[in-house]
């Protein structure tokens, strides 16, 4: 059904059960995480499959870490890790955090410049900023960012100007191991980063949380190995159901993260999408949907990442949607795939507004990024004909074993 490049898509309806994988944005800083000790790091439900995952593991065993998979299994052991990661690959985003953690834990770093997703205005001078506060030196050089500081990061009270995800991480790394008390100031609080930080404080962190208020780190010397499980990735969850709404299909989703998703399924229940809770699972009976209307916002609310899927949602229901993106405004790019296929909007501003409705046919598009890309995929399971999706590598990147789960879903 796919390579590397290359996703062709039939109309389909999707109907089954399927098993929600471990978080993406859960498994990524939890690799990072074991940067900053020496002891061994076994995770569980970890989505070793992911094209971010294999990158981030790749980068572990380059540093000197030694990693061993086994299915949804993961071991970190250590003989000896270097504070430089010298990297000629694809980069991702994470490698700024792998950054924090060298620099706390060594004092130094070297990582390349970060690639990923391009949403918008993406620097990272946030990182710099938390990094610069704390004490060190950061200069880029050579396409690697690097680091130093005169004996060791020390703790202080950061004030983000945005609710940032990875800055706020940053800061949990960047204070772990630092001298004293850090306070981060409006951070950005959401699953993953509670998750983080359940594994941190097992191994030997001091962190408390006060809500979307503030983080204050306590700097400890040295921290343990631990042995945790990876939450479900609740964006996984949140294509399947959308997925069995548009397609008229019928879909047990297991391990679904419920208490991560309420928000997102308030919305999608007044707008048509019937489902009862399981044991461990959410049950969708595929039906009629009506036209949505959202605005992203911090967690609990529905993030930048979701909004795409809910476009396709839209697009697939009589009359007309609106979208904001707050965070990312720039991020309707694949508005313009979309369109290739049938699907009529038009930017207003900075809202998206689709008039749906419309049957959609296949066509040749591009994932534009990893959301993007998967909204066209659940497009293209609507189209009359064949989908076929160029740049497929970004859907691989979030969605671990997708050929066989949709083979599975499809019949």
Not at 12 to 17: H, K, V
Not at 322 to 342: C, S, T
Request: overall charge negative.
């Amino acid at each position: 059904m796919t390579d590397n490049n290359i996703l062709k898509i039939k109309k389909g309806r999707l109907q089954g059960e399927v098993k929600v994988s471990g978080a993406k944005n859960g498994g990524l800083k939890l690799l990072t995480a074991s940067v900053l000790t020496d002891e061994t790091i076994e995770l569980f439900n970890s989505p070793n499959g992911l094209l971010d995952m294999q990158v981030h593991i790749q980068m572990l065993n380059q540093m000197g870490k030694t990693c061993t998979e086994n299915g949804d299994y993961l071991r970190i052991s250590e003989n000896r890790l270097s504070p430089e990661l010298l990297w000629d690959e694809r980069s991702i985003r994470n490698s700024l955090l792998i950054l924090g953690a060298l620099t706390t834990r060594f004092g130094e770093g070297k990582v390349p410049l970060p690639g990923g997703c391009k949403l918008g205005d993406r620097k990272f001078d946030l990182h710099v900023m938390i990094l610069e506060q704390m004490g060190a030196k950061v200069w880029e050089e050579d396409g690697y960012l690097c680091t130093k500081v005169e004996g060791q990061l020390k703790g202080t009270e950061i004030f983000l100007p945005i609710r940032s995800t990875g800055a706020t991480e940053n800061g949990i790394f960047c204070a772990t191991l630092a001298k004293g008390t850090t306070t981060i100031w409006n951070p950005h609080i959401r699953p993953e980063i509670i998750d983080l930080i359940g594994m941190l404080n097992k191994m030997g962190s001091k962190i408390k949380v006060y809500g979307q208020k503030c983080i204050v780190i306590e700097g400890v010397q040295k921290l343990s190995g631990v042995k945790h499980t990876v939450v479900p990735d609740n964006m996984e969850a949140l294509t399947w159901a959308i997925g069995s709404v548009i397609t008229k299909g019928d879909v047990e989703i297991q391990n679904f993260p419920f208490e991560h998703l309420e928000v997102p399924l308030i919305y999608l229940r007044e707008s048509g999408m019937k489902f009862y809770r399981g044991q461990d699972s959410l049950i969708v009976r595929g039906g009629d949907n009506y036209p949505i209307e959202i605005s992203t916002g911090p967690y609990p609310g529905i993030n930048s990442d979701m909004q795409p899927l809910f476009a396709v949602y839209g697009a697939m229901s009589e009359g007309t949607s609106k979208i904001i993106d707050l965070r990312f405004p720039g991020r309707y790019a694949y508005a313009e795939e979309m369109a290739k296929m049938g699907v009529e909007y038009e930017i207003q501003g900075e809202m998206l507004v689709i008039k749906g409705g419309n049957p959609l046919h296949g066509a040749t598009v591009k994932a534009l990024d990893l959301r993007a890309g998967i909204a066209l995929m659940l497009a293209g399971l609507t189209a009359e004909g064949e989908t076929t999706i160029e740049n497929a590598w970004q859907i691989q990147r979030g969605y671990e074993n997708l050929d066989s789960k949709l083979k599975v879903l499809l019949g």
